[in-house]
């Protein structure tokens, strides 16, 4: 395509209109694992969405199923093991001896519908932090 001065232009779209990232979370091997994006979704590598993060951090899937906690850069279990970190963590955490290569990533999948949440008495509690690691991936709580 040609612009007005009728040199060539590229219609590749710009970083705004990309599902950008915001934070890479690495498991307690060094791998990394998942990319919170812009719009609060959390996916893997290959772009399959895996859940949401609502504005308060509590991570749920997208039957409406309470799974995680984020926050400061730490995803926590129910119980408050640490499943991931994020490249600037901060809080009560355990070691990460080193973080690996941020593998490339594919372009995430288009989000499925977020389920309606009713915040009530039964709502979720942050969880109270651990310095351990989940003995679980989000994908298995």
Do not use: C
Request: net charge negative; aromatic share 8%.
């Amino acid at each position: 395509m040609k612009d007005k001065r009728g040199e060539e232009t590229n219609l590749e779209l710009g970083p705004e209109a990309e599902e950008e990232e915001i934070d890479v979370i690495w498991d307690e091997n060094g791998t990394a694992r998942y990319r919170l994006l812009k719009d609060r979704r959390i996916v893997d590598f290959d772009g399959h969405t895996i859940a949401w993060v609502d504005e308060d951090g509590f991570v749920y899937d997208y039957k409406g199923h309470y799974k995680a906690f984020y926050e400061n850069g730490i995803l926590r279990d129910q119980e408050g093991a640490v499943i991931g970190q994020g490249q600037d963590p901060v809080g009560p955490k355990p070691i990460l001896p080193n973080k690996g290569l941020i593998p490339e990533a594919t372009r995430p999948e288009k989000p499925p519908t977020k389920p309606k949440l009713t915040k009530d008495k039964d709502s979720p509690k942050k969880p109270v932090a651990s310095l351990l690691w989940s003995r679980k991936m989000l994908e298995e709580l």
